[in-house]
């Protein structure tokens, strides 16, 4: 095992996670992206866009569902049955057509998307040391906003080479390929072929005794624990700006601003790469308070709060007469977003037991997911009559509120 050892395996498994979330989030972000051209063929409304996306977001409020699932049967072979289900899900929108049969495809395609963050938390959890966690939490949630950079070039492509349909196909080939690689290099610290025994023992010795796993997960147990509702609620009011981001800022960047499709694909990137260096802000802030003797969830609390800050200048999307200072204001909520968000789903590896990891991040991500509905409904409802501008300053406040339930709900371990 030594002779044919990686080193520093833990990263590349990591890494190999990132190419999920690449493809999981592109898969997802097409529709976004393809809206302008697809409502116009399809003759769908606003409001009936608004009920598309809240399919999709009923689907992913199956989380909780797929975390216990991951925790039951174990990532390599659980997370792999999701990925190609996807995949598969992916490829057949080539034969959606109007808005009922979008949304149909969009509530099974949520459902097996939905197992990505709890598959990701329980990774990390078994793979990293708490010191670690921050940083690989960081990483991995990189390749969310890289599948929605990839997005809008791969759409346009599409559109120019055949049609939007090539675009949902080539991101479902993607995800099954990935799947292959991942049963075939993916097992557990315990039973990975590769690892060497100088890092199963850095690993193990990293790992919070208080959190090693204890027979199977209790959701009833779960759902009386303040830390659930700490991270839950926070997350509720945090994630419709995700929503926002994929599938109405194509939308909005086409019918308020005035771009096309070139310039979507020139544009509509831009806040998701900001994303990604929040990706990377978040962990590091965290990681500088507690070089300086700040404990784990405090120094986590105060980089969500400083997310939640920055996130006010969102509010100001709609006010700017300049698209170009829209898009850097947009650029501005992506950043401080996944600053904030990656925060705050880490947590859940931070205070949940290794048997329940998953489960408990489902539960946060049904409430992420269902603030995403809720916003996404009311937006397609309303966005004809009242206009854009009242979500954005909505989108701006509410994760203050957030950084006030952190600090109120979560306990720090004893």
Same mark, same amino acid.
């Given at each position: ?167 949902? %196909?080539? !991101?479902?080939?993607?995800? +099954? $390929?990935?799947? =292959?690689?991942? /049963? *075939?290099?993916?097992?557990?610290? &315990? ?74 694909? %020139?544009? !509509?990137?831009?806040?998701? +790469? $900001?994303?990604? =260096?929040?990706? /990377? *802000?978040?962990?590091?802030?965290? &990681? ?81 997911? +269902? ?5 996404? /409904? ?37």
């Amino acid at each position: 095992m030594t002779r044919f050892g990686i080193p520093r395996l833990r990263w590349t498994i990591i890494a190999l996670f990132v190419g999920a979330m690449v493809i999981n989030y592109l898969a997802r972000a097409v529709l976004g992206v393809a809206a302008p051209v697809i409502l116009t063929e399809q003759h769908i409304s606003s409001e009936q866009y608004g009920w598309i996306t809240g399919a999709f977001q009923v689907g992913v409020m199956f989380q909780p569902l797929a975390g216990y699932l991951l925790d039951g049967m174990g990532l390599r072979l659980g997370f792999a049955l999701f990925a190609m289900a996807w995949s598969a899900i992916t490829m057949a929108h080539v034969f959606a057509s109007g808005w009922l049969g979008f949304a149909a495809l969009r509530g099974a395609l949520g459902v097996a998307e939905g197992s990505a963050q709890p598959a990701g938390q329980k990774l990390v959890a078994e793979w990293f040391p708490a010191r670690e966690r921050g940083v690989a939490g960081g990483i991995y949630n990189i390749g969310a906003s890289f599948g929605a950079v990839f997005a809008p070039p791969l759409v346009a492509w599409a559109v120019m080479t055949q049609s939007w349909r090539l675009a949902f %196909l080539v !991101a479902g080939a993607l995800g +099954l $390929a990935w799947s =292959l690689v991942w /049963l *075939f290099f993916y097992d557990s610290p &315990a039973r990975h072929r590769r690892i060497r025994p100088e890092e199963r023992a850095h690993i193990a010795a990293g790992q919070e005794v208080r959190l090693a796993a204890e027979g199977r997960a209790s959701i009833p147990a779960l759902l009386r624990r303040r830390d659930l509702w700490g991270i839950a609620l926070p997350r509720l009011l945090a994630d419709p700006v995700w929503g926002m981001l994929s599938f109405w800022m194509p939308l909005y960047l086409a019918r308020q601003r005035g771009f096309d499709l070139t310039q979507i694909a %020139l544009f !509509a990137w831009l806040p998701f +790469l $900001a994303a990604d =260096l929040g990706c /990377l *802000f978040g962990p590091a802030i965290a &990681a500088f308070l507690q070089r300086r003797g700040v404990s784990l969830i405090d120094a986590r609390r105060s980089a969500f709060t400083l997310g939640a800050v920055m996130m006010t200048g969102m509010a100001f999307v709609g006010a700017v007469e300049s698209p170009y200072a829209a898009v850097a204001l947009l650029c501005l909520g992506g950043f401080a977003h996944q600053t904030l968000s990656v925060t705050v789903i880490t947590m859940a590896s931070d205070l949940f037991r290794r048997n329940e990891v998953a489960t408990a991040a489902g539960m946060a991500g049904f409430a992420g997911n +269902l603030g995403v509905l809720v916003f996404s /409904l009311l937006l397609g409802g309303l966005v004809d009559q009242v206009g854009y501008t009242p979500f954005f300053i909505l989108l701006g406040l509410l994760d203050l509120i957030g950084a006030a339930l952190l600090w109120t709900l979560v306990r720090k371990p004893r």
